[in-house]
Each structure stands twice: as structure tokens, then as C-alpha cells.
């Protein structure tokens, strides 16, 4: 009898295992524990966040139950499917029968009845929405689902909390969080997270191992902006609520001039020149934890209306952190968009192992000759920046120039000339 309870009880623990992760993502951190040992967990609920490089991971209960071990503490390095914890399953399913009992005869268990009922009396919660709504005292009636049947997202909750503007919650987490110098002023000293430190890393490495050189030009924005205009509303009822923005000009330019001039989309692997058959093109999003490059697979293979929901998809993810490492591997050419915080011009640095990066700015009324005649016009600086080693002075130059002649004649993408 006592072997059979053991066997019993060694069925019912549960190994929690970090996810697999790619090849390009060696390792992740233990960012933090949302439950602690001896609490009970639900299925689906949170236990961890793993912080890798490119994403925040977020683990997951599979089963009711309570976590009774943790292997890995906060700030410790994982690997791929390394375990992390244990959970023993069925604490919560034995409690809930006695109470249901006592109120009602229905022979169907208590989750049985509840699972119907869910969707049509509260809108499906995110675990990260859900934590933060916890961590802050929110119940669903108090937050307006954005998603996809009311879904209630993560930048739903943050955006309830800045209506709500409780000076409650800023004084307790201020002193935590600042020390006072020898001088009396208030300094704050956060840890800087492990994507802004691989960011940092990388970029520095650019700087260091690469001949960066960047070309500017400067592109009229009118006839775009006169397209958008006209076609507006006509392409998002066609597009069922696909707004039509730049971005997808800017993608169809570049691929255009891509395929002209294949060495700006081939990369450098030690002593080989890979040229890439195929068009992945990286666009940098801003997201909370700071810059992200996702990845539109086969470009060139996109029409203009999937070109922005897939951007307007990756942009969602990342206000909500639920970018996937696979949606920002790769890439052979980056767009980056510095003019949506008012930049006027800038040098992008390269994201290597690819040899160039467009930068996007602000768009700017200014006084230009036109045929002899002064007219105001809306203007944009572009700037590339491309790795030396790889690229000529003449083909960067070509390259950026075909981009402008594109984008200053649209019909050009259609008729690919």
C-alpha cells in the first residue's frame, strides 16, 4: 500500500521546464516569480517570466495544483528546457467538490458548469494583463478589452491604470526604489534589463567590428501623401480595417531596390559574402522594454494591406510584450523609423549580421525649387547606413536613390520599373 501512494504521489508532481529555446537564444534569466512555494496555483495561471535577449518568456501552471519547489531563484541564468520548479497537482480539485457539495446537488462538477459561462460573463484575461490587474487592484469591469472579443491585453490594464492615477501606488513604490545621496538628492538605481544590455552589447559591437558609413538623401513626400488621401477609405473597407500608412511604401521601395542591388541584402558569415535569395525585412518597433526588430518574412512575396497588418500585429505584440523569438530572428534588411518621435535626421547603426539599415524621418514642410519656382513641399531625410566592407560608396548611393525615385513615383511599385 505504501509504494502504491508513492507511485501515486510521484504521478502527480509536475516538472516545470523552461521552453525550448532557438539556437540564436542561448540562455534566459529568471526575471520574476508571481507565486511563491506553498501557493496554490491554477491551470494557465503565471509562475514565471524568463527574460531572454529578444523577449520575455512567460511559463505558465499546466494544472491546478500548488508549486512546491523552485530550482531557479530571480536573476539566475536557464537554459533550454532546464526544469525550474515543481508543482503537485490536484490540491485545488480536492477542495472544490466539498464546497460545491454543501451548496448544491448537481452531480456535474463546479468547473464543469462554470466553463460555459466564462465567455459570456467576463472577457478573457492575458496572464500578463491579469497580473498586472491583480498587482493593482483591478477587477475586469474596470478595464475596456481591445481584443479580439473583449480580450483584455496588457496595454488595456496600462491604460486604465493612467485613468486612474492613484498617487497611492507611486508613494509606495518611490521609496523602494530611490536613495537619497550625501548631498540629500534623490537617486534611482534600476538594473538595466538583459534585452537593453544585449542591445547595448550588440550595437557597440557594430561600432567596433564593422566600416559603417551612412549616405542621406531626401525624398518628396507629396505624391504618397496624396495616394493616401485619395485611396484611404476605399483601401480600408477593402482591407476589412487595414489602414493604409508608409510603412508599406518604404517595404515595397526597399524590396524593389533590393532585388537592383542584391549586395545590400546579402550579409557577411566570417569570410563569406551570403547573398540571400529571399527579402526578410526587419521593421524596429518600440516597445516598453525598449528597441525590437521583428521580421516580415518574403517581403517581396506581400501586397501592400498585408505588409501593414502584419506591422500593426508585431506592434500590438510588442506594447504587450508577446513578441516570439522566431518573429525576430533573421532578417537581410532593416527599416527603421526614427521620424514617429519627431527626429529629423539621424545615423542608424547596422543590426549585423546584415551590411544596411534605411532610416525613416520626420516629415517636414520646406521651401524647394521646382522648375524654377519655390514651392513648399513635404519633405523627409533618408539616411542608409551600410558596412564599407561589403558595400560601395556607388551601390549605397544607387540604392538610396532608387528608393527615392520610387517613393516620389508610386506607380513605379506597381509597374516594378
Known sequence: ?????????????????????????????????????????????????????????????????????????????????????????????????????????????????????????????????????????????????????????????????????????????????????????????????????????????????????????????????????????LFEKTHDGVRLGLMSFFVRACVEALKRFPAVNASIDGNDVVYHGYHDIGVAVSSPRGLVVPVLRNADHMGMAAIEQQIREYGEKAREGKLAIEEMTGGTFTISNGGVFGSLLSTPILNPPQTAVLGMHKIQDRPMAVDGEVQILPMMYLALTYDHRMIDGKEAVQFLVTVKEILEDPSRILLEI
Not at 491585453?153 to 521609496?175: G, I, Q, Y
Open 1 to 233: 500500500m505504501a509504494d502504491n501512494q508513492k507511485n501515486k504521489e510521484q504521478k502527480m508532481t509536475i516538472e516545470i521546464k523552461a521552453p525550448a529555446l532557438p539556437e540564436s537564444v542561448p540562455d534566459g534569466t529568471i526575471a520574476t516569480w508571481h507565486k511563491n512555494v506553498g501557493d496554490a496555483v491554477k491551470r494557465d495561471e503565471l509562475l514565471v517570466d524568463i527574460e531572454t535577449d529578444k523577449v520575455v518568456i512567460e511559463v505558465v501552471s499546466p494544472v491546478d495544483g500548488k508549486l512546491t519547489e523552485v530550482f531557479k531563484q530571480t536573476g539566475e541564468t536557464i537554459v533550454s528546457n532546464e526544469a525550474i520548479a515543481t508543482v503537485l497537482e490536484g490540491d485545488l480539485n480536492q477542495k472544490e467538490p466539498k464546497k460545491t457539495d454543501s451548496k448544491t446537488k448537481a452531480t456535474a462538477p463546479a468547473v464543469v458548469e462554470e466553463a460555459p459561462q466564462q465567455p459570456a460573463t467576463e472577457p478573457f484575461v492575458s496572464p500578463a494583463a491579469k497580473r498586472l490587474m491583480e498587482e493593482n487592484g483591478l477587477s475586469s469591469e474596470q478595464v475596456s478589452g481591445s481584443g479580439k472579443g473583449g480580450r483584455i491585453t496588457k496595454e488595456d490594464v496600462v491604460t486604465a491604470l493612467e485613468h486612474e492615477k492613484s498617487p497611492a501606488n507611486e508613494s509606495e513604490v518611490a521609496p523602494a526604489s530611490r536613495l537619497p545621496t550625501a548631498g540629500g538628492r534623490i537617486e534611482e538605481r534600476v538594473p538595466m534589463s538583459r534585452l537593453r544590455a544585449t542591445v547595448a552589447e550588440r550595437l557597440l559591437r557594430a561600432c567596433q567590428t564593422t566600416a559603417m558609413l551612412t549616405t542621406f538623401n531626401e525624398v518628396n513626400m507629396k505624391p504618397i501623401m496624396a495616394l493616401r488621401k485619395k485611396y484611404k477609405e
